[in-house]
């Protein structure tokens, strides 16, 4: 009976408003329960979600005991609402909040690489060739609906939805297009990456009607890997130097064969995990941002280091070979070409509102070099001493000034004056 009355207070918005002590006493539970986490990633998505094609719903009918006091706090007061700061800039609190919330999220479940495919397969979609929203795909949250997760190239991504889901019930006002592209940058910064000049505003599709048809990301073993890379990210309008870039985000991560088909069940890097023990990385430390990805395919020295068709590619086509070696050679190189495709790939086929986008008050992108100050390369003391204070002081109100009333600045030109004249005439009477 108490569950129904608490249902009903969820259901209308006219429900008795509660105070937030109510709500903290019942907060007992974890959330996502550890059977739904532990849920194998193949099976999952078929297993778990109930006949309805909009996640959101489906967890939460799934985790009503353990989720009633967050979704209680949606009748509390809403969200400060972004606010303008300046021409173009503005500040959406929630997102600031929720980034925080990730990066607590990437500290316990070590989930980077899937939040970064998260991002990448919800803005991957995008067709430059198709002008209407929401038909071109991309970055639109589509990806949370059930038809858009079944696709063969999502497998496992279910598990990705399911751990930034809370965070997504906790600040409402962000939409699912602007989370999982912030998922995926701060996984990218917090495993060590560059930080990526990001903005948020994305507008979600409503409905699964309007999700991406099946086939827009790219294949792992096509027959000509390097046509079809052109081919699919062409369409998105992206570049070589792009295409070889944006796959350096393979850098994290691992393949596991019951999900794409791709990589062993596990190898020396992958066997106690963290996270979910198994499947095949592509470089020894897949947790760690930087840009052994390059370096590890040159060398394909490792059998326990994955190449896929796509990756081998990068070092095989002449035009991706420029890139891919000056990758090998020059992580910082390889940072500040990623940092400027994956802000560019984040932000494909997104419908902004406002239309310039919402900046996250968080620190400048570059860290900005420090302001010259001369006193603090000067040696030596320069405090002045009780008594040199008094001096001036009572020299400065004698002249007419006091701490209370500045100086007029012609004072100090009439004693200039003064000075002047006096040195002209002593010069003159001195000879
Ligand atoms: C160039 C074409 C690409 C192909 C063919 C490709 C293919 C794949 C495949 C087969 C997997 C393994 C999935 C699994 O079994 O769980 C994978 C994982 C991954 N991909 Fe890609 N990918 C491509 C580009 C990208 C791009 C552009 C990004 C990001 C900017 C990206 C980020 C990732 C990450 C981080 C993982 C690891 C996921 C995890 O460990 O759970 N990929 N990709």
């Known amino acids: 009976m108490a569950h129904l009355h608490?249902?009903?207070?969820?259901?209308?918005?006219?429900?008795p408003t509660l105070s937030h002590s109510h709500i903290h006493t019942s907060s007992t539970q974890p959330w996502p329960p550890p059977s739904l986490l532990a849920a194998p990633a193949a099976t999952s998505s078929r297993?778990?979600?109930?006949?309805?094609?909009?996640?959101?719903?489906?967890?939460?009918?799934?985790?009503?005991h353990s989720e009633m006091p967050r979704r209680l706090s949606a009748?509390?007061?809403?969200?400060?609402?972004?606010?303008?700061?300046?021409?173009?800039?503005?500040?959406?609190?929630?997102?600031?909040?929720?980034?925080?919330?990730?990066?607590?999220?990437?500290?316990?479940k070590f989930c980077h690489p899937l939040l970064v495919r998260l991002g990448w397969h919800d803005?991957?979609?995008?067709?430059?060739?198709?002008?209407?929203?929401?038909?071109?795909?991309?970055?639109?949250g589509s990806l949370r609906f059930e038809i858009e997760l079944k696709h063969a190239a999502n497998a496992g991504l279910v598990n990705a939805l399911k751990l930034i889901q809370p965070i997504k019930d906790k600040?409402?006002?962000?939409?699912?297009?602007?989370?999982?592209?912030?998922?995926?940058?701060?996984?990218?910064?917090?495993?060590?990456?560059?930080?990526?000049?990001?903005?948020?505003?994305?507008?979600?599709?409503?409905?699964?009607?309007?999700?991406?048809?099946?086939?827009?990301?790219?294949?792992?073993?096509p027959p000509s890997p390097a046509d079809h890379l052109r081919e699919v990210f062409y369409r998105m309008g992206l570049n070589d130097k792009e295409i070889v870039a944006l796959s350096g985000a393979h850098t994290l991560g691992r393949s596991r064969p019951e999900r794409s088909g791709w990589g062993k069940p596990e190898t020396k890097y992958t066997?106690?995990?963290?996270?979910?023990?198994?499947?095949?990385?592509?470089?020894?430390?897949?947790?760690?941002?930087?840009?052994?990805?390059?370096?590890?395919?040159?060398?394909?020295?490792?059998?326990?280091?994955?190449?896929?068709?796509?990756?081998?590619?990068?070092?095989?086509?002449?035009?991706?070979?420029?890139?891919?070696?000056?990758?090998?050679?020059?992580?910082e190189a390889f940072f500040n070409d990623?940092?400027?495709?994956?802000?560019?790939?984040?932000?494909?086929?997104?419908?902004?509102?406002?239309?310039?986008?919402?900046?996250?008050?968080?620190?400048?992108?570059?860290?900005?070099?420090?302001?010259?100050v001369a006193a603090k390369y000067s040696s030596g003391k320069r405090e002045l001493s009780d008594s040199m204070k008094q001096k001036i002081r009572a020299e400065y109100q004698a002249i007419g000034g006091s701490p209370d009333k500045p100086l007029q600045s012609?004072?100090?030109?009439?004693?200039?004056?003064?000075?002047?004249?006096?040195a002209i005439l002593t010069s003159l009477f001195g000879n």
């Not at 803005?123 to 639109?140: H, L, M, V, Y």
């Not at 940092?339 to 996250?360: C, R």
Request: charged fraction near 25%; proline fraction near 9%; glycine fraction near 8%.
């Open 6 to 15: 608490s249902l009903l207070s969820l259901s209308f918005p006219t429900a």
């Open 47 to 64: 297993c778990l979600l109930p006949h309805r094609q909009d996640f959101s719903l489906s967890v939460l009918l799934f985790s009503f």
């Open 75 to 108: 009748h509390l007061p809403p969200l400060p609402q972004p606010q303008r700061l300046a021409a173009g800039l503005f500040l959406q609190p929630g997102l600031k909040l929720a980034k925080e919330d990730i990066k607590e999220l990437l500290k316990t």
């Open 123 to 140: 803005s991957g979609t995008f067709n430059k060739n198709i002008d209407e929203w929401p038909q071109r795909g991309g970055a639109n």
């Open 171 to 221: 600040y409402s006002g962000v939409t699912y297009a602007d989370l999982f592209q912030l998922a995926s940058a701060s996984a990218v910064e917090e495993a060590g990456g560059p930080k990526i000049p990001m903005k948020y505003g994305r507008v979600d599709v409503s409905a699964p009607e309007q999700c991406p048809e099946e086939g827009r990301l790219p294949d792992a073993g």
């Open 271 to 331: 066997k106690d995990g963290p996270g979910a023990p198994g499947g095949q990385s592509w470089t020894a430390q897949w947790l760690k941002f930087d840009n052994s990805y390059f370096k590890d395919i040159k060398e394909k020295r490792d059998e326990d280091l994955l190449v896929l068709p796509t990756d081998a590619a990068l070092f095989e086509d002449p035009s991706f070979k420029v890139f891919a070696e000056k990758y090998a050679d020059d992580q």
């Open 338 to 372: 990623y940092a400027e495709a994956h802000a560019k790939l984040s932000n494909l086929g997104a419908k902004f509102d406002p239309p310039e986008g919402i900046v996250i008050d968080d620190g400048p992108s570059q860290p900005v070099p420090e302001k010259f």
């Open 410 to 422: 012609n004072y100090f030109l009439n004693i200039i004056i003064v000075i002047a004249v006096l």
